[in-house]
């Protein structure tokens, strides 16, 4: 793992995302952490969705095969997240 660090935050701005972190019990870290990672799942999610765009063959996937292949994609990353977590409290 590494460690990220935002420098120039405005005073509102931590202010606020500390309040959204307090509101959903969440430490300001973990739930920075949360919208860092709910950004890459999106980026992986657009990734998935433009491989699919340029088949060769110009043929439309079906709605079972985008779902089968995003809850595919979820379960991987799931399991990587579960990993990292198992990982981070062992350390811990």
Not at 45 to 53: E, G, K, T
Not at 59 to 79: F, G, K, N, Q, W
Request: hydrophobic share 40%.
């Amino acid at each position: 793992m590494v460690a990220l660090q935002i420098r120039d935050v405005p005073d509102d701005v931590r202010d606020t995302l500390a309040e959204l972190a307090r509101v959903r019990g969440q430490s300001l870290q973990a739930f920075l952490l949360s919208i860092v990672v709910n950004e890459a799942r999106r980026s992986a999610n657009a990734d998935l969705l433009a491989r699919f765009s340029e088949r060769s063959d110009g043929s439309r996937l079906t709605p079972a095969e985008i779902v089968a292949a995003l809850e595919e994609a979820r379960s991987e990353r799931d399991a990587e997240l579960e990993e990292r977590l198992r990982a981070n409290n062992s350390t811990t």
